[in-house]
């Protein structure tokens, strides 16, 4: 069982990306997926989290109206696009996948109990 992050990178403010979240192992049906994300120094946040059972989102209002997560069950990926980047955004992203809670209540949790993590993609957005 494995989710693998990809996608981060080095960009300038204003610029986009699109992180993928990949799972293998196991398939990505009745999941809720989270976005998570962690900057030096910071705690680790919730981004975005999505239910691949029924679509419905969450977001944190940091990013709404800049990011959109969305899945592709066929694929078992789920994707975090990113516009607008801001150097606040820098930091470790994150996804986790769980079968049970919610959207919201992983996402105002950080993610904190979870059951699979990825390690991670680094995103660094400079001024």
């Known amino acids: 069982v494995q989710l693998v992050e990809s996608g981060g990178g080095l960009l300038q403010t204003g610029g986009s990306l699109r992180l993928s979240c990949a799972a293998s192992g196991f398939t990505l049906d009745d999941y809720v997926i989270g976005w998570f994300r962690q900057a030096p120094g910071k705690e680790r946040e919730g981004v975005a989290s999505?239910?691949?059972?029924?679509?419905?989102?969450d977001y944190a209002e940091s990013v709404k109206g800049r990011f959109t997560i969305s899945s592709d069950n066929a694929k078992n990926t789920v994707y975090l696009q990113m516009n607008s980047l801001k150097p606040e955004d820098t930091a470790v992203y994150y996804c986790?996948?769980?079968?049970?809670?919610?959207?919201?209540?992983?996402?105002?949790?950080?993610?904190?109990?979870?059951?699979?993590w990825g390690k991670g993609t680094l995103v660094t957005v400079s001024s």
């Open positions: 999505i239910s691949t059972s029924d679509g419905s989102t």
């Open positions: 986790a996948a769980d079968r049970g809670g919610g959207t919201w209540y992983w996402l105002r949790r950080a993610g904190n109990g979870m059951n699979y």
